[in-house]
């Protein structure tokens, strides 16, 4: 059974830094590239920043791209979100996920999805 947990979300102040994991298991995980995907109440689900398998891959959410960083530890089936310079609209549930496509950097077709943790900016 595949688990993606995600940890490290909470509360930051706008300008602050968090970052993210996400602890897989049940799956081969150098062979899935992984994502980050965010949410907010009302809205779709948004594509984020993903890596391939090798992290020679990356894309991100032009808004983000200056500010949060995906890497990777294949050792650990882990993935990490850097998130610098945090903005209140920031402020969503994050949700890790996997996508059988390992030498890409896919915007979406994930097939694994986390439970996703509550990222809040606020003052």
């Known amino acids: 059974q595949v688990q993606l947990v995600e940890s490290g979300g909470g509360l930051v102040k706008p300008g602050g830094s968090l970052r993210l994991s996400c602890a897989a298991s049940?799956?081969?995980?150098?062979?899935?590239?992984m994502a980050w995907f965010r949410q907010t109440a009302g809205k779709n689900r948004e594509f984020v920043v993903a890596?391939?398998?090798?992290?020679?891959?990356?894309r991100h959410l032009d808004s983000v791209k200056d500010r949060f960083t995906i890497s990777r530890d294949n050792a650990k089936n882990t993935v990490y979100l850097q998130m610098n310079s945090l903005k209140p609209e920031d402020t969503a549930v994050y949700y890790c996920?996997?996508?059988?496509?390992?030498?890409?950097?896919?915007?979406?077709?994930?097939?694994?999805w986390g439970q996703g943790t509550q990222v809040t900016v606020s003052s």
């Open positions: 890596i391939n398998w090798n992290g020679s891959q990356r």
């Open positions: 996920a996997a996508h059988s496509k390992f030498d890409e950097a896919p915007f979406d077709g994930y097939n694994y």
């Open positions: 049940g799956l081969t995980f150098s062979r899935y590239a």
